[in-house]
């Protein structure tokens, strides 16, 4: 019988599948302030797999990447965005948010558990893509740092249900199910590569 919070987490997990298909790079749409920037990760499965993706991979790998890792991300997206922000240009942008998506779900289908150093290094480098991309998109803001501040929120909260979902692990049935999750991030992310996602 699930618990109350099994049964929120499943709707957590129910609304964010539900999230219509996005291209979350496009630079429109991008009007608003904090409420745009909460919901603009929600809006783009590459958003949505990668920030899970890096909460599962944290909880893989234990104390206390369960945490760093989850602030590793929005820390080096922060300097993605500021170079965005400048306008310098960083080449295969959207290859590197796919990338994101196909390694770090590879690492967890396959189990590896990556030295702390070497899986800090890959998280921080994913998000230089990812804050790239969207400090391209913050000069059409009307409030950037309110945009930027709901975006962060709704950053955690993703990790967070990848958090959820890698301390299945526990359980030998969670850890096929946390495998399976990043078998379906990895495969995802060749959909954004190959554009059939």
């Known amino acids: ?33 904090f409420m745009s920037g909460f919901v603009h990760p929600l809006t783009g499965w590459d958003h949505i797999t990668a920030m899970v993706a890096v909460g599962i991979l944290g909880a893989f790998i234990g104390r206390p990447a369960i945490w760093l890792l989850p602030i590793t991300f ?16 960083l080449p295969l942008v959207e290859p590197g948010i796919a990338a994101s998506s196909i390694v770090l779900g590879t690492l967890i289908a396959l189990a590896v558990r990556p030295p702390l150093w070497v899986a800090m290094a890959l998280v921080g480098l994913f998000a230089v893509f990812h ?17 930027s501040l709901g975006f962060v929120v ?4 993703l990790h967070l ?18 495998r399976v999750v990043g078998g ?14």
């Open 154 to 157: 709704s950053t955690g909260l």
């Open 184 to 197: 379906v991030i990895a495969l995802a992310g060749v959909g954004f590569l190959t554009g059939m996602v």
């Open 1 to 33: 019988m699930l618990t109350t919070k099994g049964k929120q987490l499943g709707l957590l997990l129910l609304l964010l599948l539900m999230s219509p298909l996005a291209v979350a790079h496009t630079g429109e749409g991008i009007v608003g302030g």
């Open 74 to 89: 929005p820390l080096m997206m922060v300097v993605g965005g500021i170079v965005g922000l400048a306008g310098v240009p």
């Open 131 to 147: 804050g790239y991309a969207h400090g391209k998109e913050l000069p059409n803001a009307t409030n950037p740092l309110a945009y």
């Open 161 to 178: 249900v990848g958090i959820a979902i890698g301390e299945l692990v526990r359980w030998p049935a969670g850890k096929i199910a946390a």
